[in-house]
């Protein structure tokens, strides 16, 4: 072989050396790609901050609910600022062996938490419990009692107080009520009560919660029409009583505006039975002539003070009757709906009709 021969084998093998050098190269340059997308990856999935910078150290008041999971309550931290990142705290959850084991309940935290700080609140419970309670509308003081015995308030405190009135509760609008009873202003709804509450306390609760409720309802024109606050309840609670269908309240409300208006006894059923022991479905005659300033068949005019507790719908169908000339209602179908009529012939057919629906 000759040397042109030598210098052209030369040529053509460093080229080759040359390629093998770019390809690791590359792979160096592919290697530090991935380990900066791991790094960057690592950062926007655990370390960036989800909404935005929040100042560290403001108070933030966030409620757990029964059952919920670790992610969840992780997204609600970050939302509020308490922790930075919601999947890191479900990795440091993970790591302090915390999952399954977060509190539920109402708890006073601030931003800027750390991880561990957070985790370790959560472990420990909310200083302060609650327990739920739902008021239905249409309950009376006992049947009220009852539903906050079950969360540890006791019964016969609760009656005492809310049979006293205004003399443990003096408010104004209480002045007055007949025999002092909270009957009608205990307001119902679903209360989160704090765990070792007293009945006191409770009350106290649903007074301002009716005071917050009934400053939504008209009256003014209640008033206009020649009726005061207790009236206005009074007649609230007999609709609340009488109605199961939403649509019919001001209906109702009509009937006994329109009655009071002529000088007509009411003839509300659910005032006898507020003072009969037991529930019925239908009055008999002698049940009638029960003697008792709530007989509103044998007394004129309102019954001295509410029979139940009424919710803000009735309140305000109290005070905005439908423009009707209805005086008659009954009882006609199963799903609690009545027939309304102007005149007694009417009232009567009506009747019948119901008879056949319910057999009596």
């Known amino acids: 072989m000759d040397r042109r021969s030598e210098r052209t084998r030369i040529r053509q093998v460093k080229p080759r050396k040359s390629r093998v050098g770019a390809a690791f190269a590359l792979l160096g340059i592919i290697v530090v790609l991935v380990a900066a997308g791991a790094v960057a990856g690592w950062w926007y999935v655990f370390e960036r901050v989800e909404h935005g910078p929040v100042e560290a150290g403001t108070p933030v008041t966030i409620e757990i609910p029964e059952g919920a999971t670790t992610a969840s309550i992780a997204i609600q931290l970050a939302e509020h600022g308490i922790v930075p990142n919601a999947n890191r705290f479900r990795l440091e959850s993970r790591r302090a062996d915390a999952d399954g084991r977060l509190r539920a309940g109402e708890y006073d935290l601030y931003t800027g938490m750390s991880y561990e700080e957070a985790i370790a609140a959560l472990l420990e419970g909310p200083a302060i419990t609650y327990v739920t309670v739902t008021i239905p509308e249409g309950y009376v003081i006992e049947q009220i009692a009852a539903r906050f015995e079950e969360a540890g308030i006791p019964a016969e405190e609760f009656e005492r107080l809310a049979h006293a009135g205004y003399a443990e509760f003096p408010r ?163 799903d609690g709906s009545h027939t309304f009529t102007e005149t007694w012939e009417e009232f009567l057919r009506a009747k019948e009709r119901s008879k056949e629906v319910f057999g009596q």
Request: proline fraction near 5%; aromatic fraction near 10%; charged fraction near 25%.
């Open 172 to 334: 104004d609008y209480l002045q007055g009520a007949f025999e002092d009873k909270l009957e009608g202003y205990l307001f119902p709804k679903t209360y989160r009560v704090v765990e070792g509450s007293t009945a006191r306390d409770v009350i106290e609760m649903m007074l301002d919660q009716f005071e917050i409720e009934i400053a939504s309802a008209d009256v003014d024109a209640a008033r206009a029409r020649g009726f005061d606050l207790h009236e206005i309840v009074t007649m609230a609670s007999m609709i609340e009583r009488e109605t199961k269908v939403a649509d019919e309240r001001r209906l109702v409300s009509s009937v006994i505006h329109n009655r009071l208006d002529i000088g007509m006894r009411l003839q509300i059923d659910a005032t006898i039975e507020y003072v009969l022991p037991g529930t019925r479905f239908r009055l008999t005659y002698a049940d009638l002539e029960i003697d008792s300033p709530y007989n509103t068949y044998r007394n004129a005019g309102l019954p001295p003070g509410p029979i139940s507790s009424p919710g803000l719908a009735s309140l305000q169908a109290a005070c905005d009757p439908a423009d009707t000339s209805y005086l008659y209602y009954v009882l006609t179908s199963e």
